[in-house]
């Protein structure tokens, strides 16, 4: 298997697309004053993430290190997210290669232009089991498919959550889940595996949207683009 696939594989190996959830309304949080944050339990963090995140959906840039340790590979990749509830998502990768993840929840394509291809698949066949991130389009689920600890404040004062998933697969061993102490955004997950493989996304200029067009979690297949299924 080529590495330069590595993105997408580590993209979807994180990536839950999550039934809806009605999320329960805990009231406007202010941020804690200038200096050291304020000291809060787990409940409240991610009661604080449940209000942030509540919004119909969020865009942000990411920055993503993908390492694999058997083979002391690591490269980098970079672009633009964009996530609706419930469980839509459409990620732009800019480098180093161009491509195109989107779902819609139920159907799921990998566009690269390079290679003139297109792998389309079900995305409950490949997510339904609760591994990754479901959190990036459904917080609630945190609470339902993780245990999780505050490991500690990090350097840059940080909330660092520990998750370790209720039922845990060879693709999904913990995730750290870095939440800013302001404003409550998740700007860095990091993924682990049962291998100590690695993913680490970072998202920066984070804009909860209102107004998302579904459209944009459709994709149509250009014409002329070889279509490949993916396996069971």
Do not use: C
Not at 19 to 26: C, E
């Amino acid at each position: 298997m080529k590495f330069k696939g590595m993105f997408s594989l580590a993209v979807l190996s994180i990536l839950v697309f999550s039934q809806p959830v009605f999320f329960k309304d805990v009231g406007a949080q202010s941020p804690p004053p200038a200096g050291k944050p304020a000291a809060l339990s787990i409940d409240d963090i991610l009661k604080r993430l449940e209000s942030r995140y509540a919004a119909p959906g969020f865009t942000a840039r990411f920055f993503q290190t993908s390492t694999l340790k058997a083979l002391d590979i690591t490269e980098t990749a970079s672009g633009s997210m964009t996530v609706k509830r419930p469980g839509m998502m459409r990620w732009v990768y800019e480098k180093p290669d161009k491509q195109v993840i989107v779902t819609d929840g139920k159907q799921l394509w990998i566009y690269r232009p390079a290679d003139n291809q297109v792998t389309v698949g079900s995305a409950p066949t490949f997510f339904g089991d609760g591994k990754g991130a479901s959190f990036l389009s459904n917080i609630q689920s945190v609470r339902k498919s993780f245990h999780v600890t505050l490991e500690k404040m990090n350097a840059s004062q940080e909330y660092v959550l520990k998750m370790v998933p209720v039922d845990k697969t060879y693709d999904l061993s913990s995730v750290l889940l870095v939440v800013s102490s302001d404003m409550f955004d998740i700007v860095e997950v990091v993924t682990y595996n049962s291998y100590d493989d690695e993913t680490r996304i970072e998202l920066s200029n984070i804009q909860m949207e209102q107004n998302l067009d579904d459209a944009q979690f459709k994709f149509t297949i250009p014409q002329g683009v070889e279509v490949v299924k993916m396996d069971k």
